[in-house]
């Protein structure tokens, strides 16, 4: 199915995501149960600076029609999105960005659009589409949030647009085994909404630093390396899937494991996917 729903609607919606798969592989099973909206006792982050002006720069690129009805621009008395602004923004209706924040955001806009690769990638495309299905294989309910999509002759392709104040961080994001389970998620979208693979899915990093508007990073992935996606989708979606219907069954400790962790990665930081099943010790029989 898909219909017209807000961003809060979009993530209360109780299916398994992109985001949440990624959760998986960073933290142990019952960290990752805490943090999906599969829980009924799940609740969800607050919204952070970061979160506001993420969305302001997506509302500015692919649906600028809706800046009005979704933001306020207006001087704040204080520094940072703490108590004071809080309570602001609490009797307002709509999410206030600063006039600095908004022109920042518009000069970041004006300079992506100034290349013409860019452009040509929202030639006939579709902006900020969620969709859900069932997938069948796990047999749960899926979703997963379209930045852009285009369908071509080639086959669906996907871009994803972020922007990041640690471009350092986010380059390093682009190497991390997260983005494997953005492209394999994708992929599963694509063949049960469309009913053909992912072809290919474009990443779109960009500076949201003052003066660094033209600093823009683009990674394509395609071929084997979109196929090791797909696998390691597979794989973690498996693991996933096993332990929800357990504890759809009653077993409360669907989601319980030992877990080790691992050394520390440059890439990922410190994680915790190495998990270490408790088994009985096995007796030989007589």
Not at 86 to 109: C, D, G, M, N, S
Not at 252 to 279: C, H, M, S, V
Request: contains cysteine.
């Amino acid at each position: 199915m898909k219909q017209a729903m807000t961003d809060e609607q979009y993530h209360a919606t109780p299916a398994l995501s992109k985001s949440a798969i990624k959760k998986w592989t960073s933290k142990c099973p019952r960290l990752f149960w805490q943090a999906t909206p599969l829980n009924p006792e799940y609740k969800p982050l607050e919204t952070t600076e970061g979160l506001v002006l993420g969305s302001m720069n997506h509302c500015l690129l692919l649906e600028p029609h809706k800046f009005d009805d979704t933001f306020i621009i207006m001087k704040m008395p204080v520094k940072t999105r703490g108590v004071k602004w809080k309570a602001i923004q609490e009797a307002e209706t709509k999410t206030i960005v600063t006039p600095a924040e908004y022109e920042l955001a518009k000069r970041r806009i004006d300079a992506l659009l100034s290349y013409e690769s860019i452009k040509k990638m929202f030639i006939g495309a579709k902006f900020e589409q969620p969709y859900f299905w069932h997938d069948k294989d796990w047999d749960m309910l899926c979703k997963g949030q379209l930045d852009i999509i285009r369908n071509t002759e080639q086959g669906i392709v996907i871009i994803d647009y972020k922007t990041s104040g640690k471009m350092d961080t986010a380059l390093r994001y682009l190497s991390s085994e997260n983005l494997q389970f953005d492209v394999g998620m994708y992929d599963r979208l694509c063949r049960a909404k469309f009913g053909k693979p992912l072809a290919q899915f474009v990443f779109l990093y960009q500076s949201n630093k003052s003066g660094e508007e033209y600093y823009i990073e683009p990674k394509t992935i395609q071929g084997v390396d979109l196929d090791a996606c797909k696998v390691a989708t597979d794989l973690v979606g498996n693991e996933i899937s096993k332990r929800y219907h357990e504890w759809l069954k009653g077993n409360k400790k669907a989601w319980d494991t030992e877990i080790q962790a691992t050394p520390f990665n440059p890439i990922a930081g410190f994680y915790w996917d190495r998990e270490i099943e408790i088994l009985k010790p096995k007796t030989e029989e007589v």
